[in-house]
T-cell receptor, first 117, second 110 residues
Framework: ETGVTQTPRHLVMGMTNKKSLKCEQH?????MYWYKQSAKKPLELMFV???????ENNSVPSRFSPECPNSSHLFLHLHTLQPEDSALYLC????????????????FGPGTRLTVT | KNEVEQSPQNLTAQEGEFITINCSYS?????LHWLQQHPGGGIVSLFM???GKKKHGRLIATINIQEKHSSLHITASHPRDSAVYIC????????????FGKGTKLTVNP
């Protein structure tokens, strides 16, 4: 148990479907992140939430829509995805977001393996 | 060109060998992270450092800020160390955006 859980672990969806990924952290952290990991590419930051407020949107297409109802829960709503969106989607949390001269360890969930057909 | 370069990309070792994985970056940073990703996807944070050296069990991480270089060492390697090791840096400037390397895939054979 990592303290950060993600559901579902695997998801297969068609391009016209709408689905949601869920992340929950039990660590009392205030910052939560969505990352995308595609084959043979570095991890890419998608979104950052700090105290439920979105602080970073890394030029993510609008077919990905995040929601953070409270500091413990983070959702990623998916609609009209493309096959190239197939990837591992990882959620992470940290006590706070990084500052000018300091960083915090991020705690990752197990990921959702998404396949878009 | 990625701001964070790791070498080697793939590494195969025999159990008991001393392992070194390197990470070079091109920007000024506030901190550097080493992460471990096992098959199946889960990522674990191993170290976060901004200077010097840290040790945890058989793992040692070093960083040279002037040379923009960090190394992760594994002593007395074991098959359970087989994983992808990822270096990530936090560029200076106040952003919470970590920049990741592509990872080094380590396989330790018994």
């Amino acid at each position: 148990e990592t303290g950060v859980t993600q559901t579902p672990r695997h998801l297969v969806m068609g391009m016209t479907n709408k689905k949601s990924l869920k992340c929950e952290q039990h660590l009392g952290h205030n910052a939560m992140y969505w990352y995308k990991q595609s084959a043979k590419k570095p991890l890419e930051l998608m979104f950052v939430y700090n105290f439920k407020e979105q602080t970073e949107n890394n030029s993510v297409p609008s077919r990905f829509s995040p929601e953070c109802p409270n500091s413990s829960h983070l959702f990623l709503h998916l609609h009209t995805l493309q096959p190239e969106d197939s990837a591992l989607y990882l959620c992470a949390s940290s006590p706070y977001i990084a500052g000018t001269e300091y960083s915090y360890e991020q705690y990752f969930g197990p990921g959702t393996r998404l396949t878009v057909t | 060109k990625n701001e964070v370069e790791q070498s080697p990309q793939n590494l195969t070792a025999q159990e008991g060998e001393f392992i070194t994985i390197n990470c070079s970056y091109s920007v000024g940073i506030s901190a550097l992270h080493w992460l471990q990703q096992h098959p199946g996807g889960g990522i674990v944070s191993l170290f976060m450092l901004s200077s010097g050296k840290k040790k945890h069990g058989r793992l040692i991480a070093t960083i040279n800020i002037q040379e923009k270089h960090s190394s992760l060492h594994i002593t007395a390697s074991h098959p359970r160390d087989s994983a992808v090791y990822i270096c990530a840096v936090l560029p200076q400037g106040g952003s919470e955006k970590l920049v990741f390397g592509k990872g080094t895939k380590l396989t330790v054979n018994p």
